[in-house]
């Protein structure tokens, strides 16, 4: 490898391993806190506060139902729950489907012309009267005491928005158990920036916020189809706490090929630039501490260390691959059943391949570390070697593409 790509590879890896350790050190100093946290949300909360749960719909006849119905199904006071299903526009039978729910006391139906999801949830705001309001996708489905496990933190009058674990909805395939576990590390990642003052994503998922959030603030805006992380910027902007109840579960389902996938994620990288782009001046500002400091330019140098650590390291395995095939065709093929011996005096003790091998334990132990958090094991299964073994020719696909629509100026889509 020349000289020029060894120093860029040596600055990615060491950046990528000293900030694992940095989450690896705060998740280890913050253990306590999450003990009494769970021991918290273990009771009762102290007041239920009336809440809206907004269910914006676009041709979703086939899931809706569920979506509604687990709501219903929240273990929480009938009086202080209120559900608008707003569809937005839909061209199939979503608004049939729901006219089930008409003479439901807790239900409020309303249409309305397409105008994307944003539209959609300020909508269902200009009609609150409730304390508090949240989101839920109708392809979505929450546990039945995730509203009580989220009222107990809006005990603390500072906590203006609460966060949920979102986590996949029977996932079956390769492709989904590798989001299995991406879905998981996003829990560890989530409870930790929490502590760190620096969560930039309210996922869209039944995240609940205090109805002065949108009093102060404004409602959602469109934010490059990526609503969720243009409202968490905005309240990080503006001082305003973030939570999140990490054993408060929200389940999604999840793609199951690889173009749905593909889809999904462009629009989320190409989001996430945009809105990095929109807050620019967040970047290096010590007014908004970790976030501001650490946490906003690892996550844009993440994207930038993705595409080239990925794009390097496919390049070399093809390479050895192709090296491998013309020594077989030089001195022809045969097959011999010996068994593997092991000698220390193999082992690659490149700096860059060392590193490398200590990052990657670095990302299996917080993986393993998110499995005790959202599951409360750390057993490892084929969704661990479907992702160590895919997800690093799967994420760069979707990181390019999202940012090339950045640059050529082609607007990521819901369609």
Same mark, same amino acid.
């Given at each position: 490898? *020349?000289?020029?790509?060894? &120093?860029?590879?040596?600055?990615?890896?060491?950046?990528?391993?000293?900030?694992?350790?940095?989450? @690896?050190?705060?998740?280890?100093? %913050?253990?306590?806190? %999450?003990?009494?946290?769970?021991?918290?949300?273990?009771?009762? *909360?102290?007041?239920?506060?009336?809440?809206? %749960?907004?269910?914006?719909?676009?041709?979703?006849?086939?899931?809706?139902?569920?979506?509604?119905?687990?709501?219903?199904?929240?273990?929480?006071?009938?009086?202080? @729950?209120?559900?608008?299903?707003?569809?937005?526009?839909?061209?199939?039978?979503?608004?049939?489907?729901?006219?089930?729910?008409?003479?439901?006391?807790?239900?409020? !139906?309303?249409?309305?012309?397409?105008?994307?999801?944003?539209?959609?949830?300020?909508?269902?705001?200009?009609?609150?009267?409730?304390?508090?309001?949240?989101?839920?996708?109708?392809?979505?489905?929450?546990?039945?005491?995730?509203?009580?496990?989220?009222?107990?933190?809006?005990?603390?009058?500072?906590?203006?928005?609460?966060?949920?674990?979102?986590?996949?909805?029977?996932?079956?395939?390769?492709?989904?158990? !590798?989001?299995?576990?991406?879905?998981?590390?996003?829990?560890?990642?989530?409870?930790?920036?929490?502590? &760190?003052?620096?969560?930039? %994503?309210? *996922?869209?998922?039944?995240?609940?916020?205090?109805?002065?959030?949108?009093?102060?603030?404004?409602?959602?805006?469109?934010?490059?189809?990526?609503?969720?992380?243009?409202?968490? &910027?905005?309240?990080?902007?503006?001082?305003?706490?973030?939570?999140?109840?990490?054993?408060?579960?929200?389940?999604?389902?999840?793609? +199951?090929?690889?173009?749905?996938?593909?889809?999904? +994620?462009? +629009?989320?990288?190409?989001?996430?630039?945009?809105?990095?782009?929109?807050?620019?001046?967040?970047? #290096?500002?010590?007014?908004?501490?970790?976030?501001?400091?650490?946490? @906003?330019?690892?996550?844009?140098?993440?994207?930038?260390?993705? !595409?080239?650590?990925?794009?390097?390291?496919? #390049?070399?395995?093809?390479?050895?691959?192709?090296?491998?095939?013309?020594?077989?065709?030089?001195?022809?093929?045969?097959?011999? #059943?010996?068994? *593997?011996?092991?000698?220390?005096?193999?082992?690659?003790?490149?700096?860059?391949? !060392? &590193?490398?091998?200590?990052?990657?334990?670095?990302?299996?132990?917080?993986?393993?570390?998110?499995?005790?958090?959202?599951?409360?094991?750390?057993?490892?299964?084929?969704?661990?070697?479907?992702?160590?073994?895919?997800?690093?020719?799967?994420?760069? @696909?979707?990181?390019?593409?999202?940012?090339?629509?950045?640059?050529?100026?082609?607007?990521?889509?819901?369609?």
């Amino acid at each position: 490898m *020349p000289d020029i790509l060894n &120093l860029i590879m040596y600055v990615f890896l060491f950046a990528s391993l000293n900030f694992e350790v940095f989450l @690896l050190i705060t998740y280890f100093e %913050i253990r306590d806190g %999450i003990k009494d946290e769970e021991k918290m949300v273990a009771r009762a *909360p102290k007041r239920q506060p009336s809440v809206t %749960i907004i269910v914006p719909c676009w041709n979703e006849e086939k899931t809706v139902s569920k979506t509604i119905n687990s709501i219903l199904n929240l273990d929480y006071p009938k009086d202080k @729950l209120k559900i608008m299903v707003v569809d937005d526009g839909s061209i199939d039978s979503t608004w049939e489907v729901v006219q089930k729910f008409r003479n439901n006391k807790q239900v409020e !139906l309303y249409t309305k012309e397409n105008g994307g999801k944003h539209s959609a949830l300020n909508f269902g705001i200009s009609k609150l009267t409730t304390d508090l309001v949240g989101c839920l996708d109708a392809d979505s489905y929450v546990h039945k005491d995730t509203m009580n496990k989220i009222a107990v933190y809006f005990e603390d009058r500072k906590t203006m928005a609460v966060a949920p674990s979102i986590k996949l909805w029977n996932p079956t395939n390769p492709l989904q158990l !590798l989001q299995k576990v991406e879905y998981g590390f996003g829990i560890f990642t989530r409870k930790v920036f929490q502590y &760190l003052n620096a969560i930039y %994503i309210t *996922p869209g998922p039944f995240s609940i916020f205090r109805k002065e959030v949108f009093e102060n603030l404004g409602g959602y805006r469109n934010a490059h189809n990526t609503e969720d992380i243009e409202l968490a &910027l905005r309240m990080q902007k503006n001082g305003y706490k973030i939570a999140h109840a990490h054993n408060a579960y929200v389940y999604t389902v999840p793609p +199951r090929n690889i173009k749905t996938l593909l889809k999904q +994620r462009v +629009r989320w990288s190409y989001g996430f630039i945009k809105n990095a782009q929109d807050y620019k001046d967040m970047f #290096f500002n010590r007014k908004h501490g970790n976030l501001g400091m650490i946490i @906003l330019p690892m996550a844009a140098f993440s994207i930038i260390s993705i !595409l080239f650590v990925s794009t390097v390291s496919i #390049f070399q395995m093809l390479q050895a691959l192709v090296n491998y095939f013309i020594r077989v065709q030089a001195i022809s093929w045969n097959v011999h #059943f010996n068994f *593997p011996t092991f000698d220390w005096f193999y082992i690659n003790t490149d700096l860059i391949a !060392l &590193l490398g091998i200590v990052t990657t334990i670095g990302t299996l132990t917080m993986i393993i570390l998110s499995k005790k958090l959202s599951e409360g094991n750390k057993i490892i299964g084929m969704d661990l070697i479907y992702f160590f073994s895919l997800y690093m020719f799967i994420a760069p @696909l979707w990181i390019a593409k999202a940012s090339y629509n950045v640059l050529v100026g082609v607007k990521a889509t819901w369609r």
